[in-house]
């Protein structure tokens, strides 16, 4: 448009763009924006007519599978949503929960893929920095970020420069606005080749009667838009989003947005400053979609319309179209509705914070959806087709096929479990992360009691000025889902539940992130609706709710999906945190105990996988009622003080999860093969990834009662080691720590040292 216009007096310019943005818009228009032609002759049916430019750009963001989650909204319903805890489920910017003394956690988890694989520094930080504004959006201070990274395998030529790019925006948006990135976890695979994952998940605290929503609005109210300026940059991303890549759209940069860490903070304060004045009926943030989505969700969710003039918007670039303006995804920026008479006060705030904020338009009776430009309309529409009223689809799906066990005599038995440990500790999944975290502020706001990425199963994070703490984790074992997503997506759940009940926290809900490839291919969508399915038993289970969460789909490459990879972020409360553990705690002479029985499941491991090179079987299957069971007797023993570290047993089997342990906490530890039956297969007692298992580190005068417990409760436990020496011994064979943490810390920073 500038193109045409720079050249012209300035109302022949403004005649120029309405002509462009009112032009009635074909069928094949509507394809260019996303909308198919089944979902074209709905849209003509909603409005009676054919939309314009404008119209049709919001309609096609709002019907985009990120916006209106038209494809997986059905099954969605069959989480559990609701709990003794929960405050507020999902249908908000974020989920809240009680987290006792008339306080609550809002926590939230989104997905940034496509732009961080298209430019990875921006499209990472403004992952961050989305996740944080629907946070403070409800009136919490964010205290705690978390990042779930999955990258292509570390041979492909595009992996070392999108993980430097990714972790560097991470950490200079989250560094630089101030809030530490306490828990995460990174995983490479070749699935994720052309098709990078960046889920990024927010935690805040807040006074459980100073929240704020998205609902709430009533007509005759000012609109008002605060924040940054409104640029080009972003422009479409929510479509873009929800759209499956080809070989060489990195010409998509254009649609990624740019971030301001900075001018965020800045938001973050001048937002909580405006909320303790009560002047505040409704707020939303501009995340996908910006403008559009945030002014759509407000008028949907209060049942009402609402009129906006493009003209008053604050804007950063010349000549901007209302189809830019509204579509435009600039950082930074919220919109609120506020109460009568309270223009000047908010107005006063944002100016002292150096921020733009202007009134833009009203609320009204109307349930319509009204643009102006220039004095003219250049969009008039209902709201409820573009939220509710939305198309929904039960697509066809197809039972994913069983994996085909391998058998055990196909599994061939290292030479030395020694050597195999040594090498597994080296692998790009198991290997230390440290390189990446260490580029992270933990500690800033110095609340971090201890970061899961340092060792812990889960972060904790000290509320304010008490003695609880939240405790905070993410996790997924793709391959697991792959092999069967039922079993794969209730593991995930049962995995966040294990990591929180490993520090002491009581688990209390879970936000999600479910990355899917195209949900129009009956397998993908197979995939999609066995993984819920999975989860939401899991959750019902163990009484962990859904509070939030998102779903990206479309995560594929020439028609390749990535690897099915349903994210669960787990959130744990601790009344006490002195009664508390972490997996870097055992000492000298104490103790190795094991809450399960002997390993036996090899099929879909990492041993199997990585070291014999068969990514086949089934994966371990998960006993709901044992993790449950397990889990509040693990709790049981932190909270009593009877254990000194605690680990629970997943990816590589015990003698991974022994290694880190022993490596954590600086000292050797032994594991007794005399301790067991003669006939044990100590290839799957050792690298097994059989589920509901725990390590515990316990002084050896508190032995005697743990066991008592544990028999008193019907838990296997079995000692089956000590810590002492400075090597992990397997039997009769051993590596010392030194080979072992050379190893498992020295493969992350050589591998980025062949960037340059």
Known sequence: ??????????????????????????????????????????????????????ELGVIGEMWSEHCSYKSSRMHLAKFPTKGDRVIQGPGENAGVVDIDDGQACIFKMESHNHPSFIEPYQGAATGVGGILRDVFTMGARPVALVNALRFGEPTHPKTRSLVEGVVAGIGGYGNCVGVPTVAGETQFHKGYNGNILVNAMAVGLADQDKIFYAKGAV??????????????????????????????????RPTVQVGAPFTEKLLIEACLELMATDAIESIQDMGAAGLTSSAVEIADKGGIGIEMDMDAVPQRETNMTAFEIMLSESQERMLMILKPGREDVAKAIFDKWDLDAEVIGKTTDTGRFVLTQFGEVVCDIPVPPLAED????????????????VPRADIPTPASYADTLKAMLALPNMASKRWIWEQYDRHVMGDTVDSSESGGDAALVRVHGTDKALAICSDCNPQYVAADPFEGGKQAVAEAYRNLSSVGAEPIAITNNLNFGSPN?????????KAIEGMAAACKELDFPVVSGNVSLNNQTDGVAIPPTPVCGGIGLVKNIGQTTT???????????????????????????????????PPPPVDLATEKRRGEFVRTLIKARLVTACHDISDGGLACAAAEMGL?????????????????????????????????AISPGNVPDVMAKALDANIPLTPIGQFGGDSVQLGDQSVSLADLRAAHEGWMPEYMASLN
């Open 390 to 405: 939305a198309p929904k689809y039960d697509l066809p799906w197809n039972e994913p096929q069983a994996a085909t066990p």
């Open 219 to 252: 007509p005759g109210r000012s609109v008002m838009y605060v924040g940054a300026k409104t640029g080009r940059d972003g422009i479409g991303g929510a479509s873009m989003s929800s759209a499956e890549f080809a070989e060489g759209d990195e010409e998509k």
């Open 583 to 617: 997996a870097t705690k055992a000492r000298l002479g104490d103790v190795l105990m094991m809450i399960g029985d002997v390993g036996t499941h090899l099929n879909a491991s990492l041993y199997l996988r990585e070291i014999i090179g068969r990514e086949e079987g």
């Open 521 to 529: 291919k009956p397998d993908t969508m197979g995939y999609i609706v």
């Open 664 to 696: 954590g906490c600086g000292v050797g530890v032994a594991l007794n093969n005399a301790m067991l039956e003669e006939d044990i297969d100590l290839l799957a007692h050792y690298f097994g990834e059989d589920q509901g298992r725990y390590l515990l």
């Open 1 to 54: 448009m500038n193109d045409i216009t720079q050249k012209l007096p300035a109302r022949d310019i403004q005649l120029k763009i309405l002509e462009a943005m009112t032009a009635v818009q074909n069928e094949q228009d509507a394809a260019d924006r996303g909308v198919n032609a089944e979902e074209y002759k709905v849209l003509l049916d909603r409005l009676g007519r054919a939309p314009n430019r404008v």
